[in-house]
């Protein structure tokens, strides 16, 4: 298993995106969720070939934490078979991986910045 992970799960609503993508932070499974909307998903199921308007989650996580994800995701999740395909990390930048090792390992929030992006976690620019 790699030192982190990339987990990838897809739910139909909004709704259950974000309920999911909070609760996994806040449980500390994940440094950050990514809910990617406007994905359309093709499968088979009971025999039919089905098409599906669903929202991507792309959950950033360390590797020793991905059972507690899976078993955390199956129980939220709406879907009768929800997917859950881990990914593994082989690099990154520095700094990003030292805050997702901080994020779902720090046992309470250290006081800080007001509520918000993480410090050190760099805004995103503006596209102008």
Do not use: F
């Amino acid at each position: 298993m790699s030192e982190r992970v990339v987990t990838l799960t897809t739910v139909a609503t909004a709704e259950d995106a974000e309920r999911i993508a909070r609760s996994l932070v806040e449980r500390r499974l994940a440094a950050c969720v990514n809910v990617v909307p406007g994905v359309v998903s093709v499968y088979r199921w009971k025999g039919e070939v089905c098409r599906d308007e669903e929202r991507l989650l792309v959950v950033k996580t360390r590797g020793e934490k991905l059972e507690a994800l899976r078993q955390a995701i199956v129980e939220l999740h709406p879907y009768e078979l929800p997917e859950v395909l881990a990914l593994p990390v082989e690099a990154g930048h520095g700094p990003y991986l030292a805050w997702l090792d901080e994020c779902v390992t720090a046992p309470t929030p250290r006081p800080g910045p007001a509520p918000g992006r993480p410090r050190g976690r760099p805004r995103p620019r503006s596209r102008r």
